[in-house]
């Protein structure tokens, strides 16, 4: 039996990590300055968690889910998002900061049981941000153009920012069931998906990706023509400052989410470089399921952003890579110089030198390839006749200069000339 990695999962392998390691350093240095704290949530949860807070008529929902019993039958979810797990983190551990607000980010896997294609896995990972406590457009917008630094730090330059607001509880419903009347006159035009699905969701129908639905689309109710006085202020002051901002935008009516804890700014970040699965990333204002979830009232904002469609974008150089190279290659010629080249490169790396080496003391020229190959500045020789004049052999590799190195003194003699 062969075995290998599941459908749509797949292996992240030491010549790329160092990419997801970058995007990593930028996200923990930019997220920081703005106030944010790392938090590692649990990989799996109580199902119920995330049945209540992403929506029971959404797809996560109703058929993405990875849900098992464990041995002592409790039904256990592989997360599929990271916001469910961290309001529940933020309600369990009173992580409240009135009149301030808390704010944490996330990085890890999510699971969700779709269809594999380009850029859509069974197991992703996100990048997540969630500003928790404050009802201000002032954190919408800051957490927005905080994203789009980043992407600029990363060298994504064709990223698109679209926004829309979703309303609130005052208004919501009943542009829901306006919709709905809406969308009954059309239901011979509508794909099968959102015949089943618009009486219980029927927001959902706006965002169908089904061109004869995409039409249909067109011409139905906008909820930003139904919004209440707070929701509309909400939006306009959100464009106001990002106007301000100098942060581009557009408003796509029919972005939706498909979550069910938003309410006002809804937002999505896309991409023509990505293909059919276009967004790299997805957020907004969620400002009810703390309490929904029996917190404290709590207004929040935040969005997450799939790692492998983000990384996929950035135009990496391979020799920015910095595990493809070494400071020093350790070269050992003869049975004689098993122990003391063991004992150099162990003194080496614990003065912080990156040495590679070759464990089978080949020929010179074998080795010589092995050290080109590695990128290294310098090479340290060791031959018979080294071991036995004590005085070992370094080559710049850029300049082919040799130095000779006493080797009872081979980590200053080394730090004169290889500096890391
Ligand atoms: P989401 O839109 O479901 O939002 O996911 C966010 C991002 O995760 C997407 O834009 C996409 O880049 C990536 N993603 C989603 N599914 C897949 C998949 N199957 N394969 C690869 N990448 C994928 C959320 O998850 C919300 N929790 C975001 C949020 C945080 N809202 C408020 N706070």
Redesign the pocket.
């Known amino acids: 039996m062969k075995l290998q990695t599941i459908r749509g999962v797949k292996d992240i392998l030491p010549n790329e990590i160092w990419k997801w390691q970058w995007v990593e350093s930028i996200a923990h240095k930019i997220f920081l300055r703005y106030g944010f704290q790392e938090i590692r949530i649990p990989v799996f949860e109580d199902t119920r968690l995330f049945s209540r807070s992403i929506g029971e008529t959404t797809d996560i929902v109703e058929k993405e889910m990875y849900t098992f019993e464990d041995r002592s039958g409790d039904s256990i979810t592989l997360r599929p998002?990271?916001?469910a797990s961290v309001v529940r983190a933020y309600i369990e551990h009173k992580m409240y900061a009135p009149p301030s607000v808390t704010k944490m980010f996330y990085i890890g896997p999510m699971f969700?049981y779709?269809r594999p294609q380009a850029?859509?896995?069974r197991q992703?990972y996100?990048i997540?941000v969630?500003a928790m406590g404050s009802p201000s457009p002032i954190v919408d917008v800051e957490v927005m153009t905080m994203l789009i630094e980043f992407f600029h730090e990363l060298g994504i330059e064709d990223s698109k920012l679209q926004i829309n607001s979703l309303g609130n509880q005052s208004c919501r419903p009943q542009y829901k069931n306006f919709l709905k009347l809406e969308i009954k006159k059309y239901l011979n035009q509508l794909c099968k998906n959102c015949n089943n699905r618009y009486e219980k969701n029927p927001l959902r129908v706006l965002d169908c990706k089904v061109e004869q639905c995409k039409k249909v689309a067109k011409n139905l109710p906008k909820m930003i023509d139904h919004l209440d006085k707070t929701s509309e202020q909400h939006f306009t002051e959100v464009q106001k400052l990002l106007d301000i901002a100098n942060t581009p935008y557009t408003i796509n009516t029919n972005l939706v989410?498909?979550?069910d804890y938003y309410n006002m700014t809804a937002f999505?970040v896309t991409s023509e470089n990505l293909g059919s699965q276009n967004?790299?990333?997805?957020?907004?204002r969620?400002d009810t399921l703390v309490e929904e979830l029996s917190g404290p009232s709590t207004p929040c904002f935040?969005?997450?952003?799939?790692m492998?469609?983000l990384v996929s974008l950035i135009p990496f150089k391979e020799e920015a890579n910095p595990n493809n190279n070494s400071d020093i290659f350790l070269i050992c010629l003869g049975e004689s110089t098993k122990i003391p080249g063991f004992q150099a490169a162990h003194e080496l790396r614990l003065a912080g030198f990156k040495v590679e080496r070759d464990y089978e003391l080949a020929s010179m020229k074998s080795q010589m390839r092995k050290a080109n190959k590695s990128n290294c500045r310098f090479t340290l020789i060791i031959g018979e006749d080294e071991v036995d004049s004590g005085n070992y052999v370094l080559k710049n590799m850029e300049n082919s200069e040799q130095h000779k190195i006493d080797s009872n003194s081979l980590t200053t003699e080394v730090e004169k000339r290889v500096k890391i």
């Open positions: 998002e990271g916001t969700r779709e850029g859509r896995l992703f996100q997540g969630e989410r498909g979550l999505e967004a790299i990333c997805g957020g907004g969620y935040g969005f997450a952003l799939g492998e469609r």
